[in-house]
């Protein structure tokens, strides 16, 4: 089974601007998780989605917003960025059911 | 104070020695999660635990519901186990998950 799969990999924008990100979850997983990380804050829930719905969101300004298709691919999009907003942002698939996650490689981005 | 704590915050051990990572939280949860994260970014999920204990190769996780705690050892250590170790913890009814802050490891050879 191919894994969970991220593009692009690598993004540079500049403040401002927005940026889309995709995940491609692991066949047959329906729930897909959005995360960011920073040196300074860590790891950070962005939001989940669950059957095309937004199921569980974490505590990030209105700028930060996400959707799932019905194959249970999903985008991550940030409007307006900030240069605080360059990190890694990693997104994970699971079942649903079990929450055990799978990671993707991520999506470094960069905001200058 | 965080939700979630781990200790130590870097470690550093020779080839072959036994390690242990500390992981306490301080709400209610479903269940916990050990990660590991190389450099370069990509995360693998090592186990997930609800009660007792898991062993998978040379790593073992405990959890204590009770004394809300939760250890990950890795046994005979090895250069290549040299990454960030996080734990995560899923708040009941899994709508919310919080992140340790992770653990440095390097394995010395």
């Known amino acids: 089974k191919a894994g969970v799969t991220q593009t692009p990999r690598y993004l540079i924008k500049t403040r401002g601007q927005q940026v889309t990100l995709s995940c491609s979850p692991i066949?047959?997983?329906?729930?897909v998780s959005w995360y960011q990380q920073t040196p300074g804050q860590g790891l950070q829930f962005l939001f989940e989605y669950f059957s095309e719905t937004q199921r569980n969101k974490g505590n990030f300004p209105g700028r930060f917003s996400g959707r799932q298709f019905s194959n249970s691919r999903s985008e991550m999009n940030v409007s307006t960025l900030e240069l605080g907003d360059s990190a890694l942002y990693l997104c994970?698939?699971?079942?649903?059911?079990?929450?055990?996650?799978?990671f993707g490689p991520g999506t470094r981005l960069t905001v200058l | 104070k965080n939700e979630v704590e781990q200790s130590p915050q870097n470690l550093t051990a020779q080839e072959g020695e036994f390690i242990t990572i500390n992981c306490s939280y301080s709400?209610?949860?479903?269940?916990l999660h050990w990660l590991q994260q190389h450099p370069g970014g990509g995360i693998v999920s090592l186990f997930m635990?609800?009660?007792g204990k898991k062993k998978h190769g040379r790593l073992i996780a405990t959890i204590n519901i009770q004394e809300k705690h939760s250890s990950l050892h890795i046994t005979a250590s090895h250069p290549r186990d040299s990454a960030v170790y996080i734990c995560a913890v899923y708040k009941t009814s899994y709508d919310k998950v919080i992140f340790g802050p992770g653990t440095s490891l390097s394995v010395i050879p």
């Open positions: 709400v209610g949860i479903s269940a």
């Open positions: 066949s047959g997983h329906r729930s």
């Open positions: 994970a698939s699971s079942l649903g059911a079990a929450p055990e996650q799978f």
């Open positions: 635990l609800s009660s």
